[in-house]
């Protein structure tokens, strides 16, 4: 952290971390019990797509969880106010919630492959091609998290700066390694958010009905966007060098992502309940078929 000049005022962004990470869940987690629900009743239909989703939620709230102690233990006040036996507690935290984030958002996109592979894996070469794309985000979370375990040695000086005789790799190996992975998700997002576009526009629906498809399957654009967003922050020349007043944007933006991600896997799943809102609301003909 830079030291020079006074120092900041002893303001907490903890709270609004707290509230963010509450209204999102309260977004995302009724939306994964209705996905649930309409996949099990009245007839059991659950599959890969929906066991999937289910581990991107248990990573999710590992990660919820891991947010909030490391919030109480100082995570968005400068450090400098933050009692020396609780800094260390707050990076901790923080660093394995790293490791929850990237395992959930690997298994959203897990989700997303399995559901299209359910859809189109008719062709040999659409089952090659969609099962690169579930190994893909597998593989990625795999690597991080095995870059991350081998960052420093012991691996307690990754958050406890007194461990005497670290070794540890350079600072900028471990940002391109996070910049690297980081491209190749927003990379998957994208291609997974797109690619329903080759066989929706080919179906027999209505125009409104294709652009309803098109929409649902492609609000992975935005969990794009909450991507990008991270890596910009993450690659930000303003950042203090206070890891946990910086940890508390990119502990957003990874929220956001997770978040955005659950939600874009979950959605196309309930077409029908979204095409019964849309008859109500006169903007889909009640004859036309689903």
């Not at 091609?129 to 579930?134: D, E, P, S």
């Not at 967003?229 to 997770?258: R, Y």
Request: aromatic share 8%; glycine share 6%.
């Amino acid at each position: 952290m830079n030291t020079s000049g006074p120092p900041p005022p002893d303001e907490s962004r903890g709270s609004s971390l707290i509230v963010s990470s509450a209204i999102l869940h309260g977004f995302s987690l009724p939306i994964v019990a209705a996905r649930l629900w309409t996949r099990a009743w009245p007839r059991n239909r659950l599959a890969w797509d929906d066991y999937s989703i289910l581990g991107a939620v248990a990573f999710d709230l590992s990660f919820w969880i891991l947010v909030l102690l490391a919030v109480r233990h100082g995570l968005g006040r400068p450090s400098v106010y933050v009692p020396s036996d609780d800094q260390p507690k707050a990076r901790a935290f923080l660093y394995f919630a790293q490791h929850a984030s990237g395992w959930a958002v690997a298994f959203a996109k897990l989700s997303i492959a399995c559901m299209l592979f359910r859809l189109r894996g008719d062709s040999r070469a659409w089952r090659i091609f969609l099962l690169a794309m579930m190994i893909l985000p597998l593989g990625i979370a795999a690597v991080t998290s095995g870059g991350l375990f081998s960052a420093c040695r012991p691996l307690q000086a990754m958050w406890d700066y007194t461990t005497p005789n670290p070794v540890c790799l350079p600072e900028t190996t471990i940002s391109k390694l996070i910049l690297t992975t980081a491209l190749i998700t927003v990379a998957t997002d994208l291609i997974l958010a797109l690619l329903p576009l080759t066989f929706i526009v080919h179906m027999n629906k209505t125009l409104r009905e294709k652009i309803l498809l098109i929409s649902l399957m492609g609000l992975g654009l935005i969990a794009s966007a909450a991507s990008i967003c991270k890596i910009v922050n993450v690659t930000s020349k303003s950042l203090t060098g206070d890891a946990l007043q910086d940890g508390v944007d990119v502990t957003f933006w990874g929220l956001l992502e997770i978040q955005l991600g659950i939600i874009a896997a979950c959605v196309p799943c309930l077409k029908r309940f979204v095409e019964r809102m849309l008859h109500r609301l006169g903007l889909l003909s009640s004859n036309t078929p689903t």
